[in-house]
């Protein structure tokens, strides 16, 4: 568990924790993405989350974390090793990250990146990805903010309409 000087603390979350996991970002897509995603896919996706992370997260979870205010989860993110097989073993990446739009721009997304940038240092990595959905401007003002910046790379999804995501990297 990782504990901050404020009432802010990130630890790996527990089969206990999926419901609260999969309500955040419930919410979260629906207000981030919602002038983004097509509703319908919205919603498709919704209707899955609570099983989906009743399955996902077990008591040998390593990568999944809860981030909690007080007594409240306000907020989830995973990070592991990159997806992408052009990664060399020097990267980490943030797989997600979602906050409850209550706890919206409160510096608790900050914290939990320098959180996931110590977890990265700690494996000895020196690089952290995330990829973005490119119409994602809060988003990626949000990476920028945290010292990201785009290196070319792109991939599409179709998701009710065609996505472009870029990846971002930051040294760290």
Same mark, same amino acid.
């Given at each position: 568990?990782?504990?901050? @000087?404020?009432? &802010? =603390?990130?630890?790996?979350?527990? /089969?206990?924790?999926?419901?609260?996991?999969? =309500?955040? *970002?419930? $919410?979260?897509?629906?207000?981030?993405?919602? @002038? *983004?995603?097509? /509703?319908?896919?919205?919603?498709?996706? %919704?209707?899955?989350?609570?099983?989906?992370?009743?399955?996902?997260?077990?008591?040998?979870?390593? %990568?999944?974390?809860?981030?909690? $205010?007080?007594?409240?989860?306000?907020?989830?993110?995973?990070? @592991?090793?990159?997806?992408?097989?052009?990664?060399?073993?020097?990267?980490? =990446?943030? +797989?997600?990250?979602?906050? +409850?739009?209550?706890?919206?721009?409160?510096?608790?997304?900050?914290?939990?990146?320098?959180?996931? #940038?110590?977890?990265?240092?700690?494996?000895?990595?020196?690089?952290?990805?995330?990829? &973005?959905?490119?119409? %994602? *401007? %809060?988003? *990626?003002? #949000?990476?920028?903010?945290?010292?990201?910046?785009?290196?070319?790379?792109?991939? =599409?999804?179709?998701?009710?309409?065609?996505?472009?995501?870029? $990846?971002?990297?930051?040294?760290?």
């Amino acid at each position: 568990m990782y504990k901050f @000087d404020g009432p &802010v =603390e990130i630890r790996l979350a527990r /089969p206990s924790d999926a419901p609260d996991m999969a =309500e955040i *970002i419930m $919410r979260s897509w629906e207000t981030a993405y919602k @002038d *983004i995603l097509p /509703p319908e896919y919205i919603r498709e996706k %919704n209707a899955v989350r609570p099983e989906q992370y009743k399955r996902a997260i077990t008591d040998e979870n390593t %990568n999944s974390y809860i981030i909690r $205010r007080g007594d409240k989860t306000v907020g989830v993110m995973r990070i @592991d090793s990159p997806q992408d097989g052009d990664a060399d073993g020097s990267c980490y =990446e943030l +797989h997600n990250i979602y906050l +409850h739009p209550d706890y919206f721009r409160q510096g608790i997304g900050t914290l939990a990146m320098e959180f996931a #940038f110590q977890k990265a240092r700690d494996l000895g990595k020196k690089i952290m990805l995330v990829w &973005v959905i490119s119409d %994602n *401007i %809060n988003a *990626i003002r #949000f990476y920028e903010k945290c010292g990201f910046a785009a290196d070319g790379c792109k991939r =599409e999804k179709d998701a009710g309409k065609i996505l472009t995501s870029i $990846r971002m990297r930051k040294s760290i």
